[in-house]
């Protein structure tokens, strides 16, 4: 992978991580068109520049981070349902990975039920802003649909806070506030992982580490850029264009995928 590539998967992690459209249906075209080949450093790669996009939740909302201990209760309490879950089906959730017709029925389907997210969830008379202990744990459940590939865990978790009759904003906000603890668990488990398997070689750490550096702050830039403009898309109109985009993807992902096009998820 080249600095080039690097970047392009990095500008596409950071667009799509807090958007509902599924980052890994993305990762899988783009590192497919720009043949890409896998490894472990790629691998890596791609979960390790997420610290770059959960930093621009720190920076973007940083005094929610520094409001209150019970903040952090709450986001503890979201998280463990996908750390438990995630520790015990790691193996199959592995698996499905690798499968890119998982992926893009994923996406078709969550983009169907995106297009009447908007009509379930229509009622504002007893929408609420605040997020309590139940609605925290009731989501964290939510979060672990999206250890399916291609569900989108932005999707899963706002999804889950509109079924806990939060308005579509904080709904987005928890959303973006849970991502940074299962985004950390995540990336720092991977670089562990290919820490462990020698992955970190002398020879080439410099090359690596330089991509790495650029990923995270290309991701960082551009997963701010995205926040703040989704907010303001969502708020104003809705969930409905980002259902008609995910079956756009997926049925492109299928296609290519019965056309002979060898598709891989990095």
Avoid: C
């Amino acid at each position: 992978m080249n600095l080039f590539q690097a970047v392009i998967l990095a500008i596409i992690e950071g667009i799509t991580e807090y958007l509902p459209v599924s980052s890994t249906g993305h990762m899988i075209i783009a590192s497919s068109m720009m043949g890409i080949a896998s490894n472990e450093f790629v691998k890596m790669f791609t979960v390790a520049i997420q610290f770059g996009a959960i930093l621009s939740v720190i920076v973007l909302y940083w005094r929610r981070f520094i409001q209150s201990f019970d903040f952090y209760v709450k986001l503890l309490i979201a998280f463990i349902p996908a750390a438990i879950i995630g520790f015990l089906l790691n193996d199959f959730i592995d698996a499905m990975l690798e499968n890119v017709v998982v992926v893009a029925i994923s996406l078709l389907l969550g983009g169907i039920i995106l297009l009447f997210v908007d009509k379930w969830f229509i009622n504002k008379e007893n929408q609420s802003e605040e997020v309590s202990y139940p609605k925290a744990l009731i989501i964290g459940f939510f979060q672990v649909i999206a250890m399916i590939p291609g569900v989108s865990r932005s999707a899963a978790t706002i999804i889950g806070g509109l079924s806990q009759k939060l308005s579509r904003k904080a709904a987005a906000e928890f959303s973006f506030f849970l991502a940074v603890p299962t985004m950390f668990a995540a990336t720092a488990y991977k670089m562990l992982k290919f820490y462990k398997s020698g992955g970190f070689n002398p020879e080439a750490n410099a090359s690596n580490l330089s991509l790495l550096l650029i990923g995270n702050l290309v991701a960082f830039i551009v997963a701010m850029i995205a926040i703040k403009g989704f907010i303001s898309f969502l708020t104003k109109n809705g969930f409905k264009v980002f259902g008609y985009y995910r079956i756009l993807v997926g049925i492109t992902i299928l296609l290519l995928h019965f056309m002979g096009y060898q598709l891989q998820i990095i």
